[in-house]
């Protein structure tokens, strides 16, 4: 059984930084890949990004790139989401995902796991 749980989230300023973390209880991380999605009220859920365990290569929606980075801990099990100048349009739930595959994706329907969520609330 697949346990992701986030933490990290808060209410910040536009602005300020914020980093996001995703503990995965895996028993073989080499075979999957990990993905930080985040929803708004009304919207649909949005990729951000994705990194593959065996290998640490990323991807990056354009939304976020430049100002979010993913990266993982191997001795940790844990995959943070770093969150820079962040805008109140950032304002959102993120979600942690795993997919059971090597390779990154921005579909949210190739993962198969996912976390609870953590409110990241940024003020203008």
């Known amino acids: 059984q697949v346990q992701l749980v986030e933490s990290g989230g808060g209410l910040v300023q536009a602005g300020d930084s914020l980093r996001l973390s995703c503990a995965a209880s895996i028993r073989t991380f080499s075979n999957y890949a990990m993905g930080w999605f985040r929803q708004a009220p009304g919207k649909e859920r949005e990729f951000l990004a994705a990194i593959s365990w065996s290998s640490g290569s990323t991807f990056y929606a354009d939304s976020v790139k430049g100002r979010f980075t993913i990266s993982r801990d191997i001795a940790k099990n844990t995959v943070y989401l770093q969150m820079n100048a962040l805008k109140s349009e950032d304002t959102a739930v993120y979600y942690c995902?795993?997919?059971?595959?090597?390779?990154?994706?921005?579909?949210?329907?190739?993962?198969?796991?996912w976390g609870q969520g953590t409110q990241v609330t940024v003020s203008s």
């Open positions: 995902a795993a997919r059971r595959y090597v390779g990154t994706s921005s579909r949210r329907v190739d993962y198969e796991y």
